[in-house]
């Protein structure tokens, strides 16, 4: 019993000193050290929109009293990557919420949204409304174009269309998104499209946002069939209208 305790320790001292050995890892770079992923001039432009938003305070809570700002930087980290897409699409729902919510605050709990099925585009109507597909708040319609949106406030039924003018968008841009769509291109293709989106973004807020986008009200909107099964109906926002318990600290 001896001779297997001591060979056993010997092996734990072996196997320690081998692990101790080992390199160690370099640490990932953290992105806290710089905003590597978000443009310096997007910031400082003139009209990068950006939002107040309302919600309601916890899964079964009231309207919350304050409001949050969500920016360019916040819709690059939940979209992935930032790009021209993901500027146009603010930038035309930044002129919907301005026609829809006259003091600027966007109540995401009164809002549905149609868009088509885009990573760009899609994503931006999500986070900006709060809508989802899986609650029937989000419809996807692939006749409307990436950055092109019908925006309806519920308790109203107030609906408007909102979609790039197609003469602002770089001919240029086009041509090489379908090149590379084709197959046939370069890995220099992959660079040279996002320096021309990236310039054309850069164009985009640098100019009043109305010079970029069609607007219009839309009377007796039809909410078009939805393209996601039913998983149910969303909870959380049902109680934002509850009064205030007069004993409630607040």
């Known amino acids: 019993m001896n001779k297997i305790r001591r060979a056993f320790l010997v092996f734990l001292a072996v196997a320690s000193f081998v692990v101790t050995a080992l390199p160690v ?34 899964k079964y809570g009231r309207y919350t009293k ?8 916040d819709l690059i980290k939940f979209h992935g990557h930032f790009c021209g897409g993901l500027v146009e699409s603010a930038g035309a729902l930044r002129i919907a919420f301005d026609r829809l919510f006259a003091d600027g605050v966007i109540d995401r709990t009164d809002l549905r949204i149609v868009s088509n099925n885009s990573a760009c585009g899609a994503d931006v109507a999500s986070y900006l409304t709060g809508a989802r597909a899986r609650f029937g708040s989000h419809a996807i319609d692939n006749a409307l174009s990436e950055s092109e949106f019908y925006v309806q406030q519920v308790s109203t039924g107030r609906t408007v269309h909102v979609k790039l ?65 039913d998983l149910g109906v969303r909870k959380d926002n049902d109680y934002k209208s509850v009064p205030q318990h007069e004993t409630s600290a607040r």
């Open 66 to 73: 304050q409001t949050k700002t969500i920016t360019l930087k």
């Open 165 to 229: 003018n197609p003469a602002v968008y770089p001919k240029e841009v086009k041509t090489q998104m379908r090149k590379i769509e084709s197959g046939r291109f370069e890995p220099y293709d992959i660079d040279r499209f996002q320096e021309l989106q990236w310039a054309y973004a850069k164009r985009t807020v640098n100019k009043p946002l109305a010079e970029s986008f069609i607007i219009r009200d839309v009377a007796d909107f039809v909410w078009p069939g939805s393209t996601c099964k």
């Open 25 to 58: 890892p370099a640490a990932a770079p953290h992105d806290d050290t710089a905003d590597w992923y978000y443009p310096a001039w997007l910031g400082s432009s003139p009209y990068s929109p950006s939002f107040q938003v309302r919600d309601t305070e916890n």
